[in-house]
């Protein structure tokens, strides 16, 4: 019998701890209705141990999942429910590897300064599993992201709280004013297929490519580079800027899904900030092997090997510097952990709109509120955060029951606009020229660059861009709100899109659909205009501010960006359903793991689910001629659960005691199937449900102290990267009651 099959991803943290609870609830409930959910790993630990089948025992070896799913998404079977998964640091990674070698896995050591070939082939393996290493693969289509109605109507029934900003407020973004990757920034549009070369050429003359690339007709391939020299004066003048003013320093990159570029970025922030602990201790430095690019939580760590006087010499200096510089802007000031410590901490779309949501502040390190200065290096989109700063100062904060929606239609097909994560990221070796050169020989782009430099390459492929264009179409005919391409034509990469939108736009019908083009910065003054009266707006956007929106205003909106649906409809014909951020995903587990409490919000899963199934129906039609309108019912039973879930507020509270993730299960799995014995489309699933939704309904407060009786004390799941599922499990059913429900329905 043909059957759909929904893949569900095996990731990381919080979310994967409550895929235990949650996956056999939805397993149970879609078991009749031609509906296979295969579970895939594509964790961090998943990724490294697929690297290493060569090192493994046979029983420890596993599939490498990323590479199948990267082939299942160019058909049109494919139907992904993507949770979201951990963008990896250098750090990160070395602690996963730590675990997996205490597990028993013979891994080598991460070589952190490859000195032998077998050295650098390790450290090869191990690269291609930190930064955003699993999103190009699987984005093989654009990006529709949007919240869902009922929780935007949740969030006006129950606002949360946004602090008022004060008139006095000396927050303000500050970026570069030259030598950023903006202003150097160069785009060709290819006129055949070719093969692109990146050649560095040194004063002498001496050429070394450094990368070959295949690219076709119509795609927009753009070079630029960042001026190291000028990017540490830039922080040089920030940092005396805010010591004057006495507000705290942040700085605002993406370390993680950037992973080449943005680690670098940040170093030099380190650089700079900390400038006289390299001037007086660079031979312990270089003794310790330490790179400013890991952290100063790294640095910490590795003081610890030394002589009791080294160790203090060090120390007392970065003390005298907290003195010398500007207040840091913490992420934990409890724990002393500073915006500097630990690069995956520096994550841009998150972290400004914390700032937002706390009256424009920041903490401090003595655990008080102030102003900061943002510190966004590069104006490719620094001005549109700049944009809304200034918009809270003069208009005040914004409130959550009368703003709009802003809806995001993001250009992230085939790797477009990936920068600064992947192989065309260089350093160049000395002073000299980059150069990218077609087969036929041709220059197409050429910049002089300093030894260092921060040198980055782009593909973006012309039928990911028309198939965003026709996307964002689409979604102002079926919303009727305007769409606006975030587009500035006085960068060059822009210009080559605006050519191509306003070459592709008149092929549709636009006599009811609102466009315009603007600039990063005017774009949002438009958009928040609409959004303070209420007034809904499609942003169409590149790659990196689909990131940088897609949590901005859903925070603004909600609350948080883990509740938004993100539609990836591919290009080849099926879908792609990724469900929020996990940016918090840390934190809920460290609380799990000291006190048995999880307050993850599955809410995601919940939306994206119900669309994974509504693909299955057709993809079960259109595939296998096979028309099966029970799973049409099973998602809108679905839908009005979520409803149901949202309007009760059982969504996971912060303390031990309160309802957690286990819980909220619970309550959708109850109304879920309240819903499935209320409808009268399918009698015998009406018949099933209301014998499962009477059991529920019976044991609710059963169910409910079996799980509060597992609180309240340490848990043990057997890892932080690589939990034992056995453990796992156990931890995450504590009920036996549900459990008996939900297993019955799987028999």
């Known amino acids: 019998m043909a059957k759909a099959t929904i893949v569900w991803t095996k990731i990381d943290e919080a979310p994967a701890l409550a895929t235990y609870s949650l996956l056999p609830i939805m397993r149970a409930f879609t078991k009749d209705a031609d509906i296979n959910i295969e579970l895939r790993d594509i964790s961090l630990a998943g990724r490294i141990l697929a690297q290493f089948p060569d090192l493994l025992p046979e029983d420890k070896r596993v599939p490498d999942e990323l590479a199948y799913m990267g082939e299942l998404v160019l058909k049109p079977e494919a139907n992904i429910m993507k949770l979201p998964n951990i963008s990896a640091s250098v750090p ?158 942040s700085l605002h990159v993406k370390a993680t899904m950037m992973r080449v570029s943005d680690p670098v970025i940040f170093g030099d922030a380190i650089r700079v900030y900390y400038k006289e602990l390299f001037e007086r201790h660079s031979d312990i430095i270089e003794k310790l092997g330490w790179k400013p690019e890991f952290g100063m939580q790294e640095l910490e760590n590795r003081l610890e090997t030394l002589p009791e006087e080294e160790k203090n010499a060090v120390k007392n200096t970065i003390q005298e510097i907290y003195k010398l510089r500007p207040r840091m802007y913490m992420v934990d000031s409890d724990k002393g952990i500073t915006n500097l410590h630990m690069p995956n901490d520096v994550i841009i779309d998150a972290s400004v709109p914390a700032v937002i949501k706390n009256g424009l502040q920041g903490w401090g390190p003595d655990g008080e509120t102030d102003d900061t200065v943002l510190c966004i290096p590069d104006r490719s989109y620094a001005p549109m955060y700049k944009e809304i700063v200034e918009d809270i100062k003069a208009r005040g904060q914004f409130d959550p029951t009368k703003i709009g929606t802003v809806q995001n239609i993001g250009l992230m097909a085939m790797k477009a606009e990936e920068y600064g994560s992947h192989d065309k990221t260089f350093f160049p070796p000395a002073d000299g020229k980059m150069k990218v050169v077609d087969e036929d020989g041709n220059v197409l782009m050429e910049h002089c660059v300093n030894e260092g430099d921060i040198y980055r390459s782009c593909i973006t492929k012309d039928i990911a861009i028309r198939d965003w264009i026709k996307l964002a179409v689409n979604r102002s005919k079926e919303s009727g709100y305007p769409i606006v391409f975030w587009l500035d034509e006085y960068r060059a990469h822009d210009r080559n899109l605006i050519e191509k939108v306003k070459e592709e736009l008149p092929k549709y019908d636009l006599s009811d659909v609102d466009w315009y083009i603007k600039a990063p910065a005017d774009a949002m003054k438009f958009t928040l205009a609409r959004f303070r009266n209420g007034e809904n707006t499609i942003a169409v956007t590149g790659n990196v501010l689909r990131d940088y929106l897609t949590d901005l205003f859903p925070i603004i909106e909600v609350g948080t960006s883990a509740r938004s649906l993100s539609i990836v409809p591919l290009i080849a014909g099926g879908g792609v359903f990724e469900t929020g951020a996990g940016g918090s995903a840390p934190k809920h587990v460290e609380q799990f793991l000291k006190e048995g409490h999880l307050r993850w919000d599955s809410l995601g899963e919940f939306l994206a689910f119900d669309e994974s199934l509504r693909l299955a129906y057709k993809q079960l039609k259109a595939l296998h001629q096979k028309d099966n309108p029970r799973i049409l019912v099973i998602a809108d039973a679905l839908s009005k659960a979520i409803a149901k879930y949202l309007d009760n507020d059982k969504t996971p509270r912060r303390k031990v005691g309160q309802l957690d993730t286990r819980g909220s299960h619970f309550y959708l799995a109850l109304y879920w199937a309240e819903a499935l014995a209320a409808q009268s489309e399918d009698k015998e699933l009406s018949e099933k449900f209301s014998k499962v939704y009477a059991d529920m309904k019976e044991n609710e407060e059963k169910i409910l102290q079996e799980i509060a009786n597992s609180e309240g004390k340490p848990t043990d799941v057997g890892g932080w990267y690589h939990p034992d599922d056995e453990k796992a499990e156990k931890a995450m059913r504590p009920s036996e009651t549900l459990n008996r429900i939900i297993n019955e329905l799987l028999q």
Do not use: W
């Open 92 to 249: 990160q990674l070395k602690e996963a590897i730590k675990e997996l070698q205490e597990q028993g896995y013979p891994l080598p050591d991460y070589p952190e300064n490859p000195q032998t070939e077998e050295e650098k082939k390790i450290k090869e393996r191990y690269d291609r599993c930190v930064g955003s290493v699993v999103n190009p693969v699987l984005r093989q289509g654009n990006s529709d992201r949007r919240l869902a109605a009922v929780v935007k109507e949740y969030a006006k029934k129950h606002p949360h709280k946004l602090r008022e900003v004060s008139p006095k407020s000396k927050s303000h973004v500050a970026h570069m004013k030259e030598g950023d990757f903006y202003q150097h920034e160069k785009s060709v549009i290819i006129e055949k297929d070719t093969k692109l070369k990146y050649i560095f050429v040194d004063k002498d003359g001496n050429e070394t490519c450094l990368k070959e690339v295949e690219v076709g007709k119509g795609d927009v391939v753009d070079a630029t580079y960042m001026n190291r020299k000028k990017l540490r004066d830039y922080f040089a003048e920030v940092i005396d800027r805010a010591k004057e003013d006495d507000i705290l320093f």
